[in-house]
């Protein structure tokens, strides 16, 4: 198994998706000092419009980028206050006038590692077209982009870039997301979260550094799934979203993998289980959100074979929900010294588990994780999209 410590065989199709996974702590204590060195400039762009009560935060984004704003979401909303609303740009595009229906004053928060697909550039113009006052919050890997050229030099913008190692090379987003993902907790969350960017970086040096964290995804793996379901609740159903793409991404669709909420997998989507699947359960720090987290964890581990339910969780769950096959919590995966912070955070530590499972069932396909699609028919950047004018 190639993995983000070691160096990668030049001839597996890894070396990018590896070097990307592996250098998230880093450029997440960049992006803590990027932030900082621009909270000037932020606060006087951010703070005149986060004092109206009146305002719409509306976060965009396609594909992994869309994930991002529903990682945020809820947690934002209630740091600011404010109404906040994750919209991927592929519906925005699709459908301006239904997806920003009330003009109201707007902050478009648009997420885009290249900021070259044709949806970030469309949404950002047809929210110009359709609301009566929008202000832009651009947040992009690529400063050459067009999204981050468009914005440059408007009042009501303000570009946020990323440090350019984020610009991943591989095919699926990995540092992208979670550089972004932080920038804007940053940037929006403000000082509730100072310090937030040198605790999630040392935890996810202990993830990747872990040799029991490579095992246990060994061990899963190994049991070669084809199906991989992800839960979680509140901001970690972003999470999951993110986490099942990562695996469609990466093997090139050869496993399936799927999404939903703790509560909302019983309702109809638990069909998907078969003696070849694993699920993996993203646990809560909120205490009474955990308990929805717990008891689907207890009741899967109660029908599916012993380590077919895995847990990601920052505290020791409840008894009626650890593995009765071994006895003990041996099923959930770590995230070291997070037991305190919210979930928006919990988040980007515990995406690193999700990249490594995606890099490892890729490899194990005999899939060249860079390029999973080499005939093209799914690309690194978007093509193939035709914008159609809105009529006035």
Request: hydrophobic residues 45%; glycine residues 10%; negative net charge.
């Amino acid at each position: 198994m190639t993995s983000p410590s070691s160096t990668p065989p030049t001839d597996d199709g890894a070396a990018n998706t590896v070097r990307e996974i592996a250098q998230q702590p880093r450029l997440w204590r960049e992006v803590g000092q990027l932030v900082a060195a621009s909270r000037d400039s932020l606060d006087t762009f951010l703070r005149p419009l986060t004092a109206r009560g009146d305002l719409r935060v509306v976060l965009t984004g396609a594909g992994t980028s869309a994930y991002a704003g529903q990682v945020l979401q809820a947690g934002l909303a209630r740091r600011l206050g404010l109404r906040v609303d994750a919209v991927a740009t592929t519906d925005l595009v699709a459908d301006p006038r239904g997806c920003l229906a009330e003009d109201v004053p707007t902050l478009l928060v648009s997420f885009a590692r290249s900021g070259d697909s044709p949806e970030s550039v469309a949404a950002a113009d047809l929210a110009d077209q359709v609301l009566t006052e929008v202000h832009h919050l651009v947040i992009t890997c690529n400063e050459q982009g067009a999204l981050a050229l468009n914005h440059a030099d408007r009042p009501t913008s303000h570009v946020l870039l990323m440090p350019a190692a984020a610009n991943d090379q591989g095919f699926a987003m990995t540092s992208s997301f979670t550089c972004m993902t932080l920038a804007a907790l940053l940037a929006l969350g403000g000082g509730a979260y100072d310090g937030i960017a040198e605790r999630l970086a040392d935890a996810a040096e202990l993830i990747l550094k872990d040799g029991a964290a490579d095992r246990a995804i060994g061990d899963l793996v190994g049991r070669a799934p084809e199906r991989i379901v992800y839960l979680g609740s509140g901001a970690l159903k972003g999470l999951a979203e993110e986490s099942a793409l990562k695996v469609l991404e990466l093997t090139g669709g050869t496993v399936v993998a799927v999404a939903d909420s703790s509560m909302g997998f019983r309702h109809g989507p638990k069909a998907v289980l078969n003696d070849r699947t694993v699920v993996v359960v993203y646990v809560s720090n909120d205490p009474y959100t955990r308990q929805y987290d717990e008891d689907i964890v207890a009741e899967l581990r109660g029908n599916l074979p012993g380590g077919r339910v895995v847990t990601v969780a920052a505290g020791a769950l409840r008894a009626s929900a650890t593995d009765p096959e071994a006895g003990a919590d041996v099923g959930t995966w770590p995230l070291p010294g997070l037991d305190d912070v919210d979930d928006v955070a919990l988040a980007l530590p515990a995406v690193v588990y999700a990249q490594l499972i995606a890099l490892r069932a890729s490899l194990a396909g005999g899939i060249r994780p860079d390029q999973p699609f080499p005939s093209g028919e799914v690309n690194r950047v978007v093509r193939g999209v035709i914008l159609h004018p809105l009529a006035r």
